[in-house]
């Protein structure tokens, strides 16, 4: 299977590098072709740009972002893995979705209704939050985590959609943060043999 990894923090010593360094790890044990794309590191434009010369509906002909379609087309399983900062995505990464997932390669809206084209596709969601879970399950509902999947990959067509959320990252324990990129790593060791995986499960840690 192939997997390409979208990952999204401008610090390479941060606990989301831990996260890219061990799921990398856990997929390659499992014999699994991983592509990553750094957006940080590669300097990705997150500005969408486009006028009467370039009009909005020719997005998916941009030259720009070919490289980046190519991989997504390329991949079967597609990764995020992402702090959340003010509540919502990083801007680099809004910003890919912005100028890659565009109408007429991710979806298509033709006789009225949205067709998502990226329907043979599965996924994970992997965040960061400093918040607390029980702050977390009362007033933000997972509001970020609810526009990726659903209003993003969701209406992409992709499906299968799973989601670990890390809360409390800050005030969590050095034993706590190993503890989950342990579970993580397990996770994507197995992936694709084992079955299914509650979308919840992390909710717990």
Not at 23 to 35: D, H, M, P
Not at 112 to 120: D, M, S, T, V
Not at 128 to 153: G, H, M, Q, Y
Not at 171 to 194: C, H, N
Request: with cysteine; hydrophobic share 45%; glycine share 6%.
């Amino acid at each position: 299977m192939n997997i390409l990894i979208v990952y999204a923090h401008p610090n390479p010593e941060s606990f989301n590098q831990a996260i890219l360094r061990r799921v990398s790890a856990g997929f390659e044990a499992n014999k699994q072709a991983i592509k990553v794309i750094d957006l940080y590191k590669e300097q990705f434009d997150p500005v969408l740009r486009f006028d009467e010369s370039h009009p909005r509906r020719e997005l998916h002909n941009s030259m720009e972002m070919a490289k980046y379609r190519d991989l997504v087309v390329w991949a079967d399983h597609l990764v995020f893995i992402y702090p959340v900062w003010w509540y919502g995505l990083p801007a680099i990464l809004k910003g890919f979705f912005d100028r890659v997932f565009v109408s007429g390669f991710a979806y298509a809206t033709g006789n009225g209704f949205p067709k998502g084209l990226l329907f043979k596709k599965t996924a994970w969601i992997i965040s960061t939050i400093d918040s607390p879970i029980w702050f977390v399950k009362l007033f933000r509902l997972n509001a970020e985590n609810r526009i990726i999947r659903s209003a993003i990959l969701g209406y992409c067509g992709v499906r299968n959609i799973k989601i670990f959320m890390f809360t409390g990252t800050r005030s969590s324990s050095l034993a706590s943060r190993q503890r989950w990129l342990d579970k993580l790593e397990a996770k994507a060791t197995k992936f694709g043999v084992t079955k299914k995986v509650d979308i919840h499960e992390f909710a717990k840690f």
